[in-house]
Every structure is written in C-alpha cells, then in structure tokens.
C-alpha cells in the first residue's frame, strides 16, 4: 500500500468557478475528459474560468472532481469531503471503487480544492464536512461517478480489440475479455476511454454484489498516523515560512487599547508583533520564540460592553426568555387540557453550560499573502468559506486565494468556522512571507464558539398507569442556524435547493431546526405535545454546531427526563420507554437489542450503575 | 545558545535558548512534525517521545535539560522492537481515527511494552492515563497494547 504520497500536496489545482449558480444536477455535472498529465479524468463540465494561474495548468482542459487515472495507471481519488477521524478517506474511496472495480490498495488520495460548483455536498449545497451526511449524500453520486469511469474503461478496451463491450469486464485496475482471457490495464485505456462519449445509463451493482462496501475495510489513512507522516493543518511547512502566536481580547466584544513592544523585541528569535483590532499576534523564527515574546508584551486591552458580563446574567437572561412563548415546532393534540386531567405532573428545567470544541489540534493556520494571491494551508470542513474568508480580508477575488486542506486533527464542528483562518489573514497581510499562526490551548478554549448554552423547561403529564398523556418541551438558548443561514442564503439558490421546502419553512418562521432536532420528535407514543423554541442570544458570544449538534443537547434532556418519569411512575426505565414504542417497531428493536447486549437487570457490583437511553438522528 | 541533542541516531545543532521546549525544536527547527502540539503544559500526552527509552513530554522538556540523550520520535519509534510491534497492532486493529493524539499514544505504549513485556491493564492505565484521544479511541488502544504483548518476533507478527 503506497502510504507516503497517499496525501500527496494537491500543487495544481484545476478547479473551476462558474460564474452563476448552476441549477444543474449531478449526473449532468459528469463529463470526460483528458487529464493534463494524460489520462482519463472525470470530472465536471461547467462555464470553465481557469482558477490556477499557474503555466503548467496550460492545457488542462477539464476540471478535478473525484476520479483521476494517469497513463501508467495510477489511480487517483479525490477527496471532497474531510477526514477527521470519521473514516470519509476510507468510505469515500470504498463508494469510488466498487463501482470503479479498483482495489483499496490500488488508490491514492488527494485532497480537493474549493468548488461548490464540483463538490458541493448534495444534502447542504455547499462543499462542506458535517452532520452525518457524508454517506447519507455521497452513496449514489460517488458510485455513479466510479461506475462511469468504469463503463468508459470497458468500452475503450471493447474497441481496442473490437469485440462486444458486453463481453468485457472490469476488475482489479483492468478490464478483460472474457472469452479470450485479454487484458489491458486501465492507465493502457485512459486516452482512449477519454475520447468516448459519456456513456447515457449508468447501472449501479445490485448491493449483493458489493465487495467492498459492506465490509470492514482498513482505513486508507492509519498507515501515515501510526509513522508520524501524516500531515495535519498544524504540520505544513512552507519555505521562508514564520511562526505566530496571538492573542486576542480576553472579553468578547473587546478591542486593543495599546501593546508595549520593548521587552519582546529583545527575545532572541522575535521578528514582529502585529495589531489587530481586537488581537495582537507575535511573529518569530520558531513557536516558542512568539509565545515568550507574546508572554512579554505589555497588552491594554478596552473590554468593551461585556466586560462585566457573568454566567449568571447570562442565565438569568435565559431564565427570562423561556418565559416568552416560543414558534412552535411540534403541536400535537391538546397538551394543556391533557395536563390539567393529568393523574401526576412533573415538570424540570435543564440547563447545559457552554462547551468548546477542544479539537486535540488546536486552531491553526498558515497563510502567505502577495500582491497578487493568496496561500492557505489550513484543515478545515468549509474549504470554500476558507476561500471566501481569505478573500475578502485581501480583497483578492476568490480565485487568486489557493486553499490547500489538510487532515483534520478533530473537527467535531470547530472547522465549520472560518474566523481562525479570517485572523490568520489579518496577520499574515502584515508579515513579508509565509506565517504559520497557531492557537494556543488557552487561546483555543477561550477563543472557540462554543455549543449554546440551553435553557429547556419540559413537564409532562401521567396517567394513574404512569404513561405520560401529556408533554410540553421549551428550548430556549442560541440559533447556531439563523446565523449560518444568514451567511449561507446570500451566497447561493442551491443552498435553498438543498435545504428543502420544510426547513425553508421553518427559517422563515424562525424555528431553529437544530435546536429542537431530538426533542420535537422523540420516538415515543406522546398524544398531546406541544414543543417550541425560543431564541435568545447570549451577549457577545459566539455559537456553532458541536459534535452531533441538536441532537447532543436533546438526547440529554429528554431522555433524562423519561428517566424521571420511569421514577415516577415507579417502572424500570428500559421498560418505561418500551411500552412507549409499540408504533416505532425499528425503535423498539434498537432499544431491546441495546438492553440485551447491556445485560439489563442483571445484577451489578456495588458503585457501578447501568442506564440507558434511545434516541433517533441523522436518519 | 547553540545545543546538540541526538534524535533518532542523528546530532543536530541548533541555535535556541535553554528554556526553548524539545517539541518545538523538533517541529520548527528540525522539522519533524510526527511529534504534536496539543496544550503545552503536559496535559494532554500528544507530544510525547522517548528519552532514554522513558516516555517524556516534550512540550515542557527545555533543551537545555536533554544533554547527551538519546531522543527518539514517532519518526523513528519503528526501529524499536516495541515500537514496530505497537505500529502493527495499530494497524491491525485500525486503532486511529482523526490520528493526531496518536504519536503521543504509540510512543507511551512503546515505553511501556519495552518495560513490561506483559503489562497488566492497572500497568495499560497508569502508563496510557496521560493521553488524552479526544475522538474516543481508548478501548482500541487498550485491545492493540495487549495484541502487541502477545505478538512476538521482529517482524511484528503475532506468535
């Protein structure tokens, strides 16, 4: 298995802008073509404006998308969707070859440039790692896209010995002729199968016929991670290239006042200390040598509006807005008379505090700014964002930005957010040369955005059986959506397309469907509900998805508080919840599988505990 | 001032001050990045390496502490019987999954197996307590430690 270039620096990247949203679906997006360095390429045919300014590019007539089979063979796989430790560098690729009857050892992966026009994820809209839609997105697409090259390998072989492509077939990187025994290997076929038409039905293998998808296959990426080779964000290096420490205000909302520079310009190693509005950043010849010299600076900062803020006026504030009444995100049935007849009632509030992401590598990003362009090296999920971001702080068009991705040391949500690759623009325009600006642990914690702080007050209502008859559920807290959307709706009709009739609905109606998602629909018999969300942004800081998203804060409450029904109604918790699920059968399964595999009731030693929980997500 | 220090068999002068940590001498003077940055405050276990066959972390190790001793990295841990048999449990069991953590965990699961051969789980815990895997990969780790005591042989494979 070839492993030291399997991430191998994506130097030339072809892709390519359109200049208008292109309403157009992703098979027509399929085109073949002839790959610069000769071969087959697959890739999408769209307004192409060359993006790479580079002379070798001369002559690359066709954009990357996922497929890249060189004359000698090598086959090259184009990774649109991150690898932060979820296994995409290893589905995607499984999606890829059974289709394209390769073996995983026979690939190679490159990471690929920015292009929501090419790589845009099918569930989204834009080229973006998240939500648990790798799989879900790409299942079709991918095989579609391996199955057509596929297709284009067997035909041109076909010609080349001019017998029936239906007696031909692929496997293992060649295509043979079945009743003579010829081969040819696919890199022998790549100009030919270039030159074909692309192919009007693509037939996708019946799944029982998979030989890789449905196994476990290896990771394509632990060879480089158990050797030190593998080359996360953190790990670039570039000729010339300085090392940056920053420090941004303390107070969110705060701005720099006034930086005392004396001390630090002694520190051996230090080049420069950069200002920002609201950070300052020392620049030296080694990581060290910027974190003394940042130790050494006299900072003044003006805390702004939040300076006295505490979690307790945060809460407080909370505590008031779960008060109002919230847009309504299910109601079912009539909750208050069901409550008012209720046998026994039970309510709770729950509160969960803020969380950081606190990926194992902290934020980073390096950065070389010119006249003329642009260079990020960075891991991040939203490639395009980070192009975008870039731009806009050079003022360069989007073009002239070149984003190379990286593995992702953690993800978890963190590398949605483009504002550690916005910072370290804002200080690489004011060094001569690559800078490598690299968060400290402090700084990364402090400095994250964190999952919103919730404020969900839940009651329900049981019956003299104990089976809850009525149920009411009140999230209140931050709307990570209505500030993505915002960022999102303006850039693109696509985004819309993808989101979807409903959700457009509940944007406009200001229903954060994140939110409430694991809360609005638990899977159990609940007659009367009614749950709604109430928005109320905490002052000054920042919010963003978090590992598992909704879901993670939902789960939590509800399913702690089916847990005080079970009390309540003084029944076994694993049975309390399956009596609830006699119309969610799948659930139900889940949920005694679970139980089976725990040996629930069986006794346990003293100081442990068993619990158990069922939620429905991402589905 | 300028310091020797032998990494992986090999000398390399740099020119640093005492207090500079091993860890970024190793990443951004001599360029070897297979050794992590995660906290600086030896906390988290990414940037762990050997000295003297002991597991240290290198982020709070001044260059002017390390002397004439031998420094190996994730770079070279391979060359090490332990090492070697570590990396293929690694594989065999697909312990890593975003994979940054990992240099520091196969590095303290090497000094552990090259001091225990056989090490217990209360022996797995105290010498793996101090790397932190933030995606959850403890149980692999754990299974991949015990494969790798029970493999035998240079080739890593299992006996």
């Known amino acids: 298995m070839c492993c030291s270039d399997r991430f191998g620096f994506v130097a030339t990247a072809r892709a390519s802008e359109a200049s208008r949203d292109a309403n157009l679906s992703r098979r027509a997006f399929l085109a073949a073509g002839t790959a610069a360095g000769g071969g087959l390429l697959l890739s999408v045919e769209l307004p192409a404006l060359s993006r790479n300014a580079n002379a070798s590019d001369a002559g690359a007539f066709a954009p990357n998308a996922f497929i890249r089979i060189g004359r000698d063979g090598q086959v090259t796989l184009i990774m649109h969707k991150v690898e932060m430790g979820q296994g995409t560098y290893t589905s995607m690729p499984m999606l890829l070859a059974e289709e394209l009857e390769v073996d995983l050892s026979q690939v190679r992966l490159e990471h690929a440039p920015p292009n929501d026009q090419l790589y845009a994820e099918p569930l989204f809209g834009v080229q973006e790692t998240g939500g648990s839609t790798s799989v879900r997105g790409n299942w079709e697409p991918l095989r579609q896209a391996g199955a057509t090259a596929r297709i284009l390998l067997e035909a041109a072989a076909a010609q080349t010995w001019k017998v029936d492509a239906n007696s031909c077939h692929a496997a293992r990187g060649e295509v043979i002729h079945g009743p003579s025994g010829r081969r040819l290997s696919y890199g022998a076929l790549a100009d030919k199968a270039a030159a074909l038409p692309l192919p009007r039905n693509i037939p996708l293998k019946d799944p029982k016929d998979f030989k890789l998808i449905g196994t476990s296959a290896?990771?394509?990426?632990?060879?480089?991670?158990?050797?030190?080779?593998?080359?996360?964000?953190?790990?670039?290096?570039?000729?010339?290239?300085?090392?940056?420490?920053?420090?941004?205000?303390?107070?969110?909302?705060?701005r720099?006042?006034?930086?005392?520079?004396?001390?630090?310009?002694?520190i051996k190693g230090m080049h420069q200390v950069v200002r920002l509005d609201d950070a300052v950043a020392a620049v030296a010849d080694h990581t060290w040598a910027a974190k003394k010299g940042l130790a050494a600076l006299d900072i003044r900062w003006?805390?702004?509006?939040?300076?006295?803020?505490?979690?307790?006026?945060?809460?407080?504030?909370?505590?008031?807005?779960?008060?109002?009444?919230?847009?309504?995100?299910r109601q079912q049935g009539d909750p208050g008379k069901a409550m008012a007849s209720a046998a026994q009632k039970l309510e709770a509030v729950y509160e969960v505090s803020f969380l950081a992401h606190a990926t194992m590598e902290p934020a980073n990003c390096t950065v070389h700014v010119r006249p003329d362009g642009c260079d990020v090296w960075v891991g991040t999920q939203v490639p395009t964002f980070a192009q975008t971001a870039a731009?806009?702080?050079?003022?360069?068009?989007?073009?002239?930005?070149?984003?190379?991705?990286?593995?992702?040391?953690?993800?978890?949500?963190?590398?949605?957010?483009?504002?550690?690759?916005?910072?370290?623009?804002?200080?690489?325009?004011?060094?001569?040369?690559?800078?490598?600006?690299?968060?400290?642990?402090e700084e990364d914690i402090q400095h994250d955005m964190y999952r919103p702080y919730y404020y969900d007050r839940i009651a329900a209502g049981l019956n003299e059986r104990g089976k809850p008859v009525a149920w009411t559920h009140r999230v209140t807290g931050s709307s990570i959506m209505a500030r993505v959307t915002s960022e999102l709706f303006p850039k693109t009709l696509r985004v819309m397309r993808a989101a979807g009739l409903n959700n457009l609905v509940a944007m406009v109606r200001g229903l954060d469907v994140d939110a409430v998602d694991g809360a609005a629909e638990p899977p159990y018999a609940l007659d009367n509900v009614r749950v709604d969300y109430v928005r109320e942004e905490p002052p000054g800081i920042p919010t963003a998805f978090w590992r598992g998203v909704g879901p993670t804060h939902n789960v939590f409450v509800v399913e702690s508080f089916i847990d005080e029904l079970a009390a309540a109604a003084k029944?076994?918790?694993?049975?309390?919840?399956?009596?609830?699920?006699?119309?969610?059968?799948?659930?139900?399964a889940v949920l005694e599988l679970a139980a089976k595999r725990a040996g629930w009731g069986r006794p346990l030693p003293s100081g442990s505990g068993r619990g158990i929980s069922l939620l429905h997500a991402f589905g | 001032m300028a310091y020797t220090i032998k990494v992986n068999a090999v000398d390399h002068s740099?020119?640093?001050?005492?207090?500079?940590?091993?860890?970024?001498?190793?990443?951004?003077?001599?360029?070897?990045?297979?050794?992590?940055?995660?906290?600086g405050k030896a906390l988290c276990g990414a940037c762990t390496v050997l000295i003297d066959d002991a597991a240290a972390r290198s982020c709070i190790t001044p260059i002017d502490s390390v002397g004439a001793a031998a420094i190996t990295t994730i770079e070279a841990i391979g060359n090490t019987l332990s090492g070697k048999k570590i990396q293929r449990a690694w594989l065999d069991l697909d312990v890593v999954q975003c994979g940054y953590c990992q240099s520091g965990q196969i590095m303290s699961a090497s000094a552990l197996l090259a001091s225990k051969p056989n090490p217990s789980d209360a022996e797995i815990d105290d010498a793996m307590s101090g790397n932190i895997c933030r995606c959850g990969t403890y149980v692999r780790i754990r299974e991949a430690i015990k494969q790798a005591a029970r493999s035998t042989g240079t080739d890593g494979s299992r006996g």
């Open chain 1, 218 to 254: 290896k990771r394509l990426d632990a060879p480089d991670k158990v050797n030190g080779t593998a080359k996360f964000g953190i790990d670039v290096k570039v000729p010339g290239m300085k090392f940056a420490v920053v420090a941004a205000c303390p107070v969110f909302g705060g």
């Open chain 1, 256 to 266: 720099l006042a006034s930086v005392d520079d004396s001390k630090a310009k002694t």
């Open chain 1, 302 to 329: 003006d805390e702004g509006p939040h300076a006295k803020l505490s979690t307790r006026d945060i809460v407080q504030q909370l505590v008031t807005a779960s008060q109002r009444s919230g847009v309504v995100a």
């Open chain 1, 391 to 441: 731009a806009k702080v050079t003022g360069l068009p989007p073009k002239k930005v070149e984003v190379h991705n990286h593995l992702l040391g953690g993800g978890f949500g963190r590398r949605l957010e483009v504002d550690f690759i916005l910072r370290a623009v804002e200080i690489a325009k004011q060094v001569a040369g690559p800078v490598k600006v690299v968060w400290t642990r």
């Open chain 1, 571 to 588: 029944q076994d918790p694993f049975e309390y919840r399956r009596a609830l699920l006699d119309k969610s059968p799948r659930a139900k």
């Open chain 2, 14 to 39: 740099v020119d640093v001050d005492g207090d500079t940590p091993l860890l970024w001498v190793l990443r951004d003077v001599l360029g070897m990045t297979g050794t992590k940055f995660g906290c």
